[in-house]
């Protein structure tokens, strides 16, 4: 039986898995949800050193936890009349039953109206449909601002850019100078969307989360520490 390693913050037990990697300098950890925590550690550190930095990070997990545990979560109904958000706005949702005239099944942005041609109503279809459709506009969109921000940081690598269906994660820097992003971004506004881009870019030039990171990314943007906060507070809007 595996014991998931544990430290306690007051009455609180907080329970974490460990991710060793090779290419990984320092220790991350990550708050995923109210009860599922990661930490991201160079092969080189034991489970021991490990936990000593998980308890003296106790405090912050733990506010963390609390934080996400009193968000309400947001709902997506996938149902006709309902709305779903595409660049920080939302659009009301209009579904058409094709089972009389045969139609190819589609969905559509049209006349600021998501409009749904299916024989198929049930909202994990439509749920599944709208996820293909935000991940067919997301490589295009996603080029533009990687271009962008790859400018303004003097990278002349090109980048290869891979869409996701992750559940959390937003995006990250893979081998061969590959960018994966999750296919939800399309949801959030441009802007908050920016931070994700340049966020990973900047892990180009600085792999990990030092200070050195975060100096590196205030130069590029400035106000990153609102948009990172607004991406903590309305993190149910990729899961919905």
Not at 5 to 34: M, N, Q, T, W
Not at 162 to 181: C, D, E, M, P, W
Request: proline share 4%.
């Amino acid at each position: 039986m595996t014991v998931t390693p544990s430290v306690r913050f007051g009455k609180a037990k907080i329970h974490y898995d460990i991710v060793f990697s090779s290419k990984r300098r320092k220790i991350e950890i990550v708050v995923l949800d109210s009860d599922k925590i990661k930490v991201f550690a160079p092969v080189t550190k034991t489970s021991q050193e490990i936990h000593k930095i998980v308890k003296s990070n106790s405090k912050w997990i733990f506010q963390k936890q609390l934080k996400l545990r009193n968000q309400t979560k947001t709902f997506f109904a996938y149902l006709s009349g309902s709305s779903l958000p595409y660049l920080g706005k939302k659009y009301p949702l209009q579904i058409l039953d094709t089972k009389r005239n045969n139609e190819s099944e589609s969905f559509s942005l049209r006349k600021g109206r998501f409009i749904v041609k299916t024989n198929n109503k049930e909202p994990n279809h439509i749920r599944n449909l709208y996820g293909n459709w935000l991940a067919s506009k997301a490589s295009n969109f996603l080029e533009c601002e990687v271009k962008n921000y790859s400018k303004i940081l003097r990278i002349d690598e090109e980048f290869k850019i891979k869409i996701k269906s992750h559940k959390n994660r937003l995006g990250s820097l893979g081998r061969n100078l590959t960018l994966n992003f999750n296919r939800n971004l399309l949801r959030l506004p441009p802007k908050i969307i920016d931070y994700v881009v340049a966020h990973e870019l900047c892990h180009v030039k600085i792999p990990d989360h030092s200070p050195a990171f975060w100096r590196q990314l205030a130069l590029l943007m400035p106000d990153y520490r609102s948009k990172k906060g607004w991406l903590e507070t309305n993190k149910q809007l990729l899961t919905s």
